[in-house]
């Protein structure tokens, strides 16, 4: 989860990289959004802009798919500066890949998305005063509601395979809303995948870890190396969670790769180590929503 310390170890890998006025100037430019390799032998796709009815209201989400047949639904949470440029990018290279996948704004009952202006980091001050709030108006019931919605949601497009399993995939505050999503659905979600995930091993009652027994979906958990070195002790737990129940979990630490490395629009952003990442997804959701 995005926090204090995550500022602090961004800002020195940032004071050995580039200086922060030559980072806002790549961030402004098309070529960051551009900075995702394209998908091999793509798919041609179909995207709008959706509202999916929760009972707290109307989430404002993006919507995109392969443009003939039908294909597995997929749930993607954005990290906590919520959905914007660089994850359209992202959801829109998944259904390129096969899949019909739904981006959510998970702010949608405080504000539509994007909440964030382009170039936005959570470095700077200004963008947590806006964030941090939002991000603290969630819950684990809000996000179990949603969940239920959005599945509902795509289980009514024409593009969805209903016959196969739903994936899910979260980023930073989304990690734990995977591992949510899974346990309150199990039946629908075969697969999920938590990159640079926060919290998921907790000493609360609530923690998400101990939401496993309820799930039947394999997953994936890509660590971000300094996320390990506060927490070591949680990639361990997870292991043996996942173990005891019978599950498959990909479970790695990606070294050199720091907490955000995922986002194109990230300061942090490892193109090395997110290719590998989403190498990884791709073969966890061919394997388990087959």
Known sequence: ???????????????????????????????????????????????????????????????????????????????????????????????????????VNPYYRKAVAPVVKPGASFQDEETRGVVMPLARSLSPETNVTDAKAFVEFLDQQSAVDVNRKIGTTGYCMGGSMTMRTAAAIPERIGAGASFHGGRLVTDKPNSPHLLVPKMKAHFLF???ENDDERSPEAK?????????????AEIEV???ALHGWCPPDSRVYNEAQAERAWERLLVLFKTALA
């Not at 802009?49 to 707290?56: A, E």
């Not at 361990?236 to 498959?248: I, N, S």
Request: charged share 20%.
């Open 254 to 256: 990606y070294a050199g």
């Open 236 to 248: 361990t737990v997870l292991r043996e969670t996942y173990d005891k129940a019978g599950l498959p």
């Open 1 to 103: 989860m995005c926090d204090e310390n995550t500022v602090n170890d961004n800002e020195k890998f940032l004071a050995q990289r580039l200086s922060r006025r030559q980072f806002n100037a790549l961030a402004g430019s098309a070529a960051l959004m551009m900075a995702l390799p394209p998908v091999a032998n793509a798919l041609a796709i179909t995207e709008s802009d959706v509202k999916v009815t929760t009972p707290d209201g109307e989430a404002d989400c993006y919507f995109v798919h392969p443009s003939e047949g039908k294909h597995p639904g997929v749930i993607v949470w954005p990290d906590i500066l919520g959905l914007r440029s660089a994850f359209r990018a992202m959801g829109k290279r998944l259904a390129e890949s096969g899949y019909s996948v739904l981006v």
């Open 222 to 224: 890509a660590i971000a």
